[in-house]
């Protein structure tokens, strides 16, 4: 008998135990098993008799399959299953936007990694033994790896020709905005030309889970994802399977920053689950998981801003290239949000701004936290600092001079901006922190220690210069375009062990932000008792999107209130009916006697008569159950015009603005974040402690795309898979932070609450380049930073 439900059981075991509503910072039900390891994460799951999965993997970025050789992996004891695209028992194709990613390869190769075939073993080795044995004759072609050279007319084509790609040519997707006069022009203008490379997501937990073979014919999938319904929709064409055939659990989750929103091991599993009877796992290693996922999109960026004397922004013109790699994966919204947030937070009368995503042969690309805003907001921002030196103002003023406002229309979409637009106000606040001392010890002489690479004595202070530098971001939250955006609720309310009990049943995936205890603080909020069991995410309820675009805390939340209104009403109502046939039941609260304050209407009723808000529940319930399903949307966002880019795309805007300071050995290249001072408004903090945590993370990612990540892509090779040469920020490497969070109510959403994941992430790293520039007095158009950016080496050679 398989263990498969152990995260389901011990987190419903643990989320009786924790306490606090809407606004406390209630303990996280998970928190303790993992800090303990006994979390179970996906990669924990065993089932008796199960097999193992691997994955044979394409070792030329572009080339044509002429011939696979499965005959010696099949020879092999305990191999039970070796497939290839000739074993689909459906599609060939899945796509999360666009249908045009292969199961498994057909007859060519787009990206390094691509998988060839899939092996089913009853042991890790032997499935890996079977990998090594299948041969595959290659035609290897030259890859296109340059996405400005595969936007030409005369470049070759990732792909001759698909269904779906109707942009032509190697173009996913163009978006255009056109504000306002496009031959503006202005006292003083600059020009600047950046890239962004290519971050990994580098969550901790690599793709792993487990399918399942079902009575029924089905399939019953466990897996780390971060959209459960649409991963099920894929899996099941791909089967050829009705989708009430492929059931889904979320298992445990370690980290996804949006490389989970696509699908990794769960076809593959499901194949070899179908085709041996049995149940087959599959883990990725760490190598493997860099090709197993989408990262974040290379990005080049060309800018020109013009302003009048005093500072006033006149126009932006800008034209931001983004590699999307072989497939299209989330690239038309990465385009979208790049368009339609690329000129940032600020009041911009004419704008002219294209942002396209090429077809290459490189890794595919998807979403990570920032989705397109963090690569515009990088080149934005150095832009405002290039402006105010050669206007001769303050960096700071100047932003805060063309700060978008609530009741302004944003510059590019048109779109009003009706709720809070601190812009002015989160710039203020950080730069009224005070700045840390100098890195000396307490008789002034320099702390070696605290020099950058100062650990390791790489340096003596000799060098060394100190920058500070600002930024500020905008993003959306939620999905736009018109896009069906909703999540689905369901709420039962019983009488368990003697005690009131509310059940809390939601396919929203806990991928660590902590939307679990979300879930259980607004049960307690709006049912007014203690005992909150959120059960395991499933497709056993309807669909609550994906876990991303910081939108599961507005759009999963407001379906969780809105059912839980709606047992509220019907036990009032109930109460209310036992009232008129003569019986009275009062004594236990059904809910807070002042409501929280939100705007918008919710679906269901909300409230009652007074005299009815303290209730037996226990005899008023007795072994009767409430349960109510609720389906809820936000307000409608509509698609933008092809031409313009005008329209109210989208639902809600969050701003976040960052100030770094920065030690840096100018002789060495080497760069010590001092301190980090942030401001955010987050509406309302639901559980002020866990968006604390929101923000701490976002940031270390932004630190880490400034200076440290990037995969590294060579003619389509990835160079460095592996946390040895792909870094990650570490707790050494994390500054002092002070963080000012706002709760400015958004009038249109539940609690008033905004979206928190990404805005950090997005302001973050341009305010560290802006500080490093500051210290180096050197241009720094790319991120990461890289130590020969900082250091003339070839003043330093002549030495």
Same mark, same amino acid.
């Given at each position: 008998?398989?263990?498969?439900?152990?995260?389901?059981?011990?987190?419903?075991?643990?989320?009786?135990?924790?306490?606090?509503?809407?606004?406390?910072?209630?303990?996280?039900?998970?928190?303790?098993?993992?800090?303990?390891?006994?979390?179970?994460?996906?990669?924990?799951?065993?089932?008796?008799?199960?097999?193992?999965?691997?994955?044979?993997?394409?070792?030329?970025?572009?080339?044509?399959?002429?011939?696979?050789?499965?005959?010696?992996?099949?020879?092999?004891?305990?191999?039970?299953?070796?497939?290839?695209?000739?074993?689909?028992?459906?599609?060939?194709?899945?796509?999360?936007?666009?249908?045009?990613?292969?199961?498994?390869?057909?007859?060519?190769?787009?990206?390094?990694?691509?998988?060839?075939?899939?092996?089913?073993?009853?042991?890790?080795?032997?499935?890996?033994?079977?990998?090594?044995?299948?041969?595959?004759?290659?035609?290897?072609?030259?890859?296109?790896?340059?996405?400005?050279?595969?936007?030409?007319?005369?470049?070759?084509?990732?792909?001759?020709?698909?269904?779906?790609?109707?942009?032509?040519?190697?173009?996913?997707?163009?978006?255009?905005?056109?504000?306002?006069?496009?031959?503006?022009?202005?006292?003083?203008?600059?020009?600047?030309?950046?890239?962004?490379?290519?971050?990994?997501?580098?969550?901790?937990?690599?793709?792993?889970?487990?399918?399942?073979?079902?009575?029924?014919?089905?399939?019953?999938?466990?897996?780390?994802?971060?959209?459960?319904?649409?991963?099920?929709?894929?899996?099941?064409?791909?089967?050829?399977?009705?989708?009430?055939?492929?059931?889904?659990?979320?298992?445990?989750?370690?980290?996804?920053?949006?490389?989970?929103?696509?699908?990794?091991?769960?076809?593959?599993?499901?194949?070899?689950?179908?085709?041996?009877?049995?149940?087959?796992?599959?883990?990725?290693?760490?190598?493997?998981?860099?090709?197993?996922?989408?990262?974040?999109?290379?990005?080049?960026?060309?800018?020109?801003?013009?302003?009048?004397?005093?500072?006033?922004?006149?126009?932006?013109?800008?034209?931001?290239?983004?590699?999307?790699?072989?497939?299209?994966?989330?690239?038309?919204?990465?385009?979208?949000?790049?368009?339609?947030?690329?000129?940032?937070?600020?009041?911009?009368?004419?704008?002219?701004?294209?942002?396209?995503?090429?077809?290459?042969?490189?890794?595919?690309?998807?979403?990570?936290?920032?989705?397109?805003?963090?690569?515009?907001?990088?080149?934005?921002?150095?832009?405002?600092?290039?402006?105010?030196?050669?206007?001769?103002?303050?960096?700071?003023?100047?932003?805060?001079?063309?700060?978008?406002?609530?009741?302004?229309?944003?510059?590019?979409?048109?779109?009003?901006?009706?709720?809070?637009?601190?812009?002015?106000?989160?710039?203020?606040?950080?730069?009224?922190?005070?700045?840390?001392?100098?890195?000396?010890?307490?008789?002034?002489?320099?702390?070696?220690?605290?020099?950058?690479?100062?650990?390791?004595?790489?340096?003596?202070?000799?060098?060394?210069?100190?920058?500070?530098?600002?930024?500020?971001?905008?993003?959306?939250?939620?999905?736009?375009?018109?896009?069906?955006?909703?999540?689905?609720?369901?709420?039962?309310?019983?009488?368990?062990?003697?005690?009131?009990?509310?059940?809390?049943?939601?396919?929203?995936?806990?991928?660590?932000?902590?939307?679990?205890?979300?879930?259980?603080?607004?049960?307690? !909020?709006? @049912? /007014?008792?203690? &005992? #909150? $069991?959120?059960?395991?995410?499933?497709?056993? *309820? %309807?669909? =609550?999107?994906?876990?991303?675009?910081?939108?599961?805390?507005?759009?999963?939340?407001?379906?969780?209130?809105?059912?839980?209104?709606?047992?509220?009403?019907?036990?009032?109502?109930?109460?209310?009916?036992?009232?008129?046939?003569?019986?009275?039941?009062?004594?236990?609260?059904?809910?807070?006697?002042?409501?929280?304050?939100?705007?918008?209407?919710?679906?269901?009723?909300?409230?009652?008569?007074?005299?009815?808000?303290?209730?037996?529940?226990?005899?008023?319930?007795?072994?009767?159950?409430?349960?109510?399903?609720?389906?809820?949307?936000?307000?409608?966002?509509?698609?933008?015009?092809?031409?313009?880019?005008?329209?109210?795309?989208?639902?809600?805007?969050?701003?976040?603005?960052?100030?770094?300071?920065?030690?840096?050995? !100018?002789? @060495? /290249?080497?760069? &010590? #974040? $001092?301190?980090?001072?942030?401001?955010?408004? *987050? %509406?309302? =903090?639901?559980?002020?402690?866990?968006?604390?945590?929101?923000?701490?993370?976002?940031?270390?990612?932004?630190?880490?795309?400034?200076?440290?990540?990037?995969?590294?892509?060579?003619?389509?090779?990835?160079?460095?898979?592996?946390?040895?040469?792909?870094?990650?920020?570490?707790?050494?490497?994390?500054?002092?932070?002070?963080?000012?969070?706002?709760?400015?109510?958004?009038?249109?959403?539940?609690?008033?609450?905004?979206?928190?994941?990404?805005?950090?992430?997005?302001?973050?790293?341009?305010?560290?380049?802006?500080?490093?520039?500051?210290?180096?007095?050197?241009?720094?158009?790319?991120?990461?930073?890289?130590?020969?950016?900082?250091?003339?080496?070839?003043?330093?050679?002549?030495?």
């Amino acid at each position: 008998m398989t263990d498969l439900s152990l995260h389901g059981a011990l987190h419903q075991e643990t989320q009786e135990r924790v306490s606090g509503g809407v606004g406390e910072s209630a303990g996280r039900p998970d928190g303790t098993l993992k800090v303990s390891g006994e979390f179970a994460f996906s990669s924990d799951l065993w089932a008796d008799d199960m097999l193992w999965g691997a994955t044979l993997r394409s070792p030329h970025p572009r080339a044509r399959v002429l011939a696979i050789n499965l005959g010696p992996a099949l020879a092999l004891p305990g191999v039970y299953a070796v497939l290839t695209h000739e074993d689909v028992p459906g599609s060939k194709l899945y796509g999360l936007e666009v249908v045009d990613q292969p199961v498994l390869a057909i007859d060519e190769v787009r990206h390094i990694g691509e998988p060839i075939a899939i092996v089913a073993a009853d042991h890790p080795e032997t499935a890996r033994r079977a990998i090594d044995a299948i041969h595959v004759d290659y035609e290897v072609l030259t890859p296109i790896v340059d996405s400005e050279g595969a936007l030409q007319p005369d470049s070759d084509l990732v792909y001759a020709d698909r269904p779906g790609h109707s942009a032509g040519g190697n173009i996913t997707r163009h978006v255009a905005v056109r504000t306002g006069n496009p031959d503006a022009t202005a006292d003083v203008v600059v020009t600047g030309d950046y890239e962004v490379g290519m971050q990994d997501q580098a969550f901790l937990g690599p793709e792993s889970g487990m399918a399942v073979p079902a009575e029924d014919g089905g399939v019953d999938i466990y897996v780390a994802t971060q959209w459960l319904h649409v991963d099920r929709g894929q899996i099941a064409r791909c089967l050829g399977l009705p989708t009430d055939k492929v059931r889904i659990s979320l298992a445990g989750v370690g980290g996804a920053f949006g490389a989970r929103e696509d699908l990794s091991i769960q076809i593959h599993a499901a194949m070899l689950a179908l085709h041996t009877g049995k149940p087959v796992k599959v883990v990725y290693s760490r190598e493997e998981s860099f090709f197993g996922h989408v990262h974040r999109h290379p990005a080049r960026l060309h800018y020109e801003h013009g302003a009048t004397r005093d500072g006033r922004l006149v126009f932006v013109k800008a034209r931001i290239v983004l590699d999307g790699g072989a497939y299209t994966s989330s690239s038309p919204a990465v385009a979208a949000n790049a368009a339609t947030l690329g000129v940032g937070p600020y009041v911009v009368p004419n704008v002219v701004m294209d942002s396209t995503i090429a077809y290459t042969n490189n890794p595919p690309c998807g979403a990570m936290r920032g989705f397109g805003a963090v690569q515009a907001c990088f080149a934005y921002e150095a832009q405002m600092d290039k402006l105010a030196a050669g206007l001769g103002i303050d960096p700071v003023d100047l932003r805060i001079r063309n700060a978008l406002a609530e009741g302004d229309r944003m510059p590019t979409t048109g779109q009003l901006i009706d709720s809070a637009a601190p812009v002015a106000q989160l710039l203020e606040r950080v730069r009224s922190r005070p700045l840390p001392p100098p890195t000396t010890g307490g008789d002034g002489e320099v702390d070696l220690t605290t020099m950058p690479g100062g650990v390791s004595n790489t340096t003596h202070g000799e060098g060394v210069r100190r920058g500070v530098g600002y930024a500020v971001g905008i993003k959306n939250v939620g999905f736009s375009e018109g896009f069906d955006d909703y999540s689905t609720a369901r709420v039962r309310l019983s009488i368990v062990g003697g005690e009131p009990t509310a059940m809390v049943h939601t396919a929203a995936a806990e991928v660590g932000q902590g939307l679990v205890s979300v879930q259980a603080q607004i049960a307690r !909020t709006e @049912l /007014g008792i203690d &005992r #909150v $069991v959120v059960l395991p995410a499933d497709t056993s *309820v %309807g669909s =609550a999107g994906s876990s991303s675009a910081s939108r599961q805390t507005y759009v999963t939340g407001g379906a969780v209130r809105a059912a839980c209104q709606a047992v509220r009403a019907r036990v009032l109502e109930l109460a209310a009916e036992r009232h008129a046939a003569g019986h009275s039941p009062g004594g236990t609260d059904l809910g807070p006697e002042q409501r929280p304050e939100v705007g918008g209407p919710l679906e269901g009723p909300s409230g009652g008569a007074a005299d009815l808000r303290s209730l037996d529940l226990i005899s008023l319930l007795g072994d009767e159950e409430i349960e109510e399903t609720v389906e809820w949307r936000h307000r409608p966002t509509y698609p933008l015009d092809p031409v313009t880019g005008k329209g109210n795309a989208h639902v809600q805007f969050a701003f976040a603005a960052h100030r770094a300071v920065v030690d840096v050995d !100018t002789d @060495l /290249g080497l760069v &010590r #974040v $001092v301190q980090i001072d942030t401001a955010q408004d *987050v %509406g309302k =903090a639901m559980n002020p402690q866990a968006v604390l945590g929101q923000i701490h993370g976002g940031t270390a990612q932004g630190l880490g795309l400034a200076l440290m990540e990037e995969i590294q892509i060579a003619d389509g090779q990835v160079r460095n898979p592996s946390f040895t040469d792909y870094l990650i920020p570490t707790i050494l490497d994390m500054p002092p932070m002070e963080v000012d969070v706002l709760e400015l109510a958004d009038p249109y959403a539940p609690y008033g609450l905004r979206g928190v994941g990404e805005p950090p992430t997005i302001s973050s790293t341009p305010a560290i380049a802006a500080a490093v520039r500051s210290a180096t007095d050197r241009p720094l158009t790319r991120v990461p930073i890289r130590p020969e950016d900082i250091v003339d080496v070839a003043a330093t050679a002549a030495l």
